[in-house]
């Protein structure tokens, strides 16, 4: 069973610029959830994604954004990219949500200059 | 928000047991606590949880004291591929919101 795939590995962007970030899931798992790893930080929640729905979000401005296809795969948008940004954003999925045995990718290594 | 509290570093010798503790004070009653590691450059590693009782499973075991105000992950036998960060994690359900806090996490260091 292939895991949770995130693309792309590594990303370097300007300031002020937007991204987008993929994740697909493990299949058959509908819950997708996203979090942001800095080393002063740690992990922090974003949003979780349900059957399309964002069913709980964190505490990060709305220049975060998400979205869920039909098929479970999940985008994350950043616009308006800060320095602060940089950072690997992680992608998770689980079978039900609400954070049971989650399955993380090997995230998204986001550098903004 | 309910938050955990971990030592930065532990070390273990391979082989022995390795009791990570965490503090989680704040708790309230209907919150799960979560372990997972995480292995230099990858995603985190779903290790277990509990609410309120012991549990165990193939990885390791979870002992959550009565008052659920810290718990401990129990490695029974450390192997250098146990060398991670582990973090302690409280899910916080409240006012229909539901979202999962980490702490800062242990390294441990799994010692030849």
């Known amino acids: 069973k292939a895991g949770v795939t995130q693309t792309p590995r590594y990303l370097i962007k300007t300031r002020g610029q937007q991204v987008t970030l993929s994740c697909s899931p493990i299949s058959g798992h509908r819950s997708v959830s996203w979090y942001q790893q800095t080393p002063g930080q740690g992990l922090q929640f974003l949003f979780e994604?349900?059957?399309?729905?964002?069913?709980n979000k964190g505490n990060f401005p709305g220049r975060f954004s998400g979205r869920q296809f039909s098929n479970s795969r999940s985008e994350m948008n950043v616009s308006t990219l800060e320095l602060g940004d940089s950072a690997l954003y992680l992608c998770?999925?689980?079978?039900?949500?609400?954070?049971?045995?989650?399955?993380f990718g090997s995230g998204t290594q986001l550098s903004v200059l | 928000d309910a938050k955990t509290t971990q030592p930065p570093s532990m070390d273990c010798a391979e082989g022995r047991a390795a009791n990570l503790p965490c503090n989680h004070s704040?708790?309230?009653?209907?919150?799960?606590v979560y372990w997972y590691r995480q292995i230099h450059s990858q995603g985190p590693q779903y290790i277990i949880h509990?609410?309120?009782n012991n549990e165990t499973n193939e990885m390791a075991s979870l002992i959550i004291t009565e008052d659920r105000k810290s718990s401990t992950l129990i490695l029974p036998h450390a192997t250098l591929r146990d060398t991670a960060v582990y973090y302690c994690i409280v899910r916080v359900a409240r006012n229909r919101d539901d979202k999962i806090i980490f702490g800062k996490g242990t390294r441990l260091h799994i010692l030849p």
């Open positions: 704040t708790i309230s009653g209907n919150e799960y």
């Open positions: 994604y349900f059957s399309e729905t964002q069913r």
């Open positions: 998770a999925s689980s079978l039900s949500g609400g954070f049971e045995k989650l399955f």
């Open positions: 509990g609410l309120k």
